[in-house]
């Protein structure tokens, strides 16, 4: 690996190093000890919608690995995990609570203690039981009241011991990529229903935020994945309004209701027709917009974004009728994504860590209330071999993590409060509709044997987290 500026960068003391993972992507025992259908054990039953017909039904067995997964996080020297729960499995079917369930998140929050490592706990990574789907899911408002029915419980079990809560993970892709674009669970293909579901998941954040601090949680917040949308080419005011539309839609229609109380005027305007304004009901905005402690950021990649002249001139101006619906960008559908002269991964995923710098500056100046950052997850996949002598020398994941933290170091040297960082991800697992193809993790999982191997970028992240142990 070459040298980064991250290995050398005063680190602000407090600054904490972690990793995270998902409860569908790693688990397994999806239909054991009480729990039943996740939308997505649901959805990966259908044909033809996770590459190698995978399925989560193992995983990688974590539920029955935890302790040793938590003695491979002492390795690394992780200050914290990032783990969710599973609401399929704390309230199977939707209905009453699962002591079984909430038994094996004590578990593994003790666990964590006990070796060191501070839980930071999200409540929903997108596996809502799918008993609540066929009640129409994230479009149905009563689901976001069942959140905080759901939040309650887990409460009630872990509220003594964890003090990190995480309301949503990415309420993007549980929203449009999976009520608009279809290629995520439930796989609905209906642009009004998406944001139906945006504005719900919105609604659960603020309800489940507010009820938690009631009830004592000490640190509240939502992760976010925001994206810079870049225009193509900035002097073409076809791109730029094409790269506005983008950021409206992914990230400022989730920042503005969260930071500010409202959602964009130019988002609503772009969005007209699609139902979203009527789902709002008066009161809606001041529940969402509740003081948080910390603002998680996911960050994986800018967008390039092109666009197609609008039809009509002024404000009478259409996105042209012919545009594919199926897609994650609804009212936008018409924009293009040009290829870049820029490295990838196997994701397919530009590599830009500067990115992550300008999309942190630009948080600390557009939005007053901000509160601390963490960067939630940003990691890469790649390829990986696992040669004959047992190690995996996945140098191009440790240049990402070591460039995209030497971009984090540039954004504190900016004067921007970002308080930790957790690599995306502790292990190789279910990546969605991707199934078991592709690996993120800094330690491989050998699916056969559930053996886990560290891979050369785990030691190279261990490594840099002891040498600020050592500075501290
Ligand atoms: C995260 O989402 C998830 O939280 C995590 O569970 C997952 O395993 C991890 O990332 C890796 O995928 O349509 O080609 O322009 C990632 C968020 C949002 C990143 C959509 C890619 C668009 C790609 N993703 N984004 S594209």
């Known amino acids: 690996m070459t040298k980064h500026l991250s290995e050398n960068f005063a680190w602000p003391k407090e600054f904490l190093w972690g990793s995270a993972t998902a409860a569908a992507q790693i688990e397994g025992a999806s239909h054991s000890y009480g729990k039943e259908d996740s939308v997505w054990d649901a959805f990966a039953r259908k044909e033809g919608v996770i590459a190698g017909g995978d399925n989560l039904k193992v995983a990688v067995d974590h539920y029955h690995r935890y302790q040793e997964d938590v003695g491979l996080m002492r390795e690394l020297g992780l200050d914290s995990y990032r783990f969710s729960t599973s609401w399929a499995r704390v309230v199977p079917g939707g209905r009453s609570v699962n002591r079984e369930g909430l038994d094996f998140y004590s578990r593994l929050v003790d666990e964590l203690l006990e070796n060191g490592i501070l839980p930071w706990l999200t409540l929903y990574h997108w596996d809502m039981p799918q008993a ?39 309420p993007l892709c549980s929203s449009l990529i999976g009520y608009a674009a279809g290629e995520h669970a439930p796989g609905r293909q209906e642009p009004a229903a998406a944001l139906a579901a945006v504005h719900h998941q919105h609604l659960g954040h603020g309800l489940a935020t507010q009820r938690l601090r009631e009830l004592g949680a000490q640190e509240l917040g939502i992760t976010l994945n925001l994206t810079n949308a870049v225009p193509n080419d900035p002097t073409d005011p076809v791109d730029l309004e094409a790269a506005r539309r983008i950021d409206a839609l992914w990230n400022r229609m989730f920042l503005d209701p969260l930071l500010r109380g409202s959602y964009p005027e130019d988002l609503l305007q772009d969005v007209s027709g699609l139902g979203l304004a009527e789902v709002i009901q008066p009161g809606d905005l001041e529940i969402i917009h509740q003081p948080i402690d910390f603002l998680g950021v996911n960050h994986y990649h800018d967008d390039n974004v092109s666009g197609h002249p609008l039809a009509g001139d002024g404000p009478e101006a259409v996105v042209p009728t012919d545009a594919p619906k199926s897609s994650p960008f609804v009212g936008s559908e018409y924009v293009t994504f040009p290829s870049r002269d820029l490295p990838r ?98 330690i491989y999982v050998d699916y056969e044997t559930q053996e886990r191997i560290i891979k050369d970028s785990g030691r190279a992240y261990a490594g840099l987290i002891a040498a600020n142990r050592t500075m501290a």
């Open 132 to 170: 609540l789907e066929d009640q129409g899911g994230w479009t149905n408002r009563d689901t976001a009241y069942k959140f905080v029915e759901y939040a309650e419980a887990i409460y009630a079990k872990l509220g003594d011991r964890v003090n990190h809560w995480t309301t949503f993970n990415e």
């Open 345 to 442: 991964t196997a994701m397919g995923w530009e590599v830009n860590p500067q990115g992550l710098r300008v999309l942190l500056n630009r948080l600390k100046a557009d939005y007053s209330d901000l509160p601390a950052l963490y960067i939630t997850e940003n990691g890469a996949s790649y390829t990986d071999e696992l040669s004959p002598d047992g190690t995996v020398a996945d140098t191009e994941r440790s240049e990402y993590i070591f460039d995209h933290l030497d971009a984090v170091a540039g954004a504190i040297e900016d004067g921007v409060s970002v308080r930790g960082y957790f690599v995306w991800s502790l292990l190789d697992n279910f990546e969605w509709a991707w199934g078991y193809q592709k690996r993120f993790g800094i």
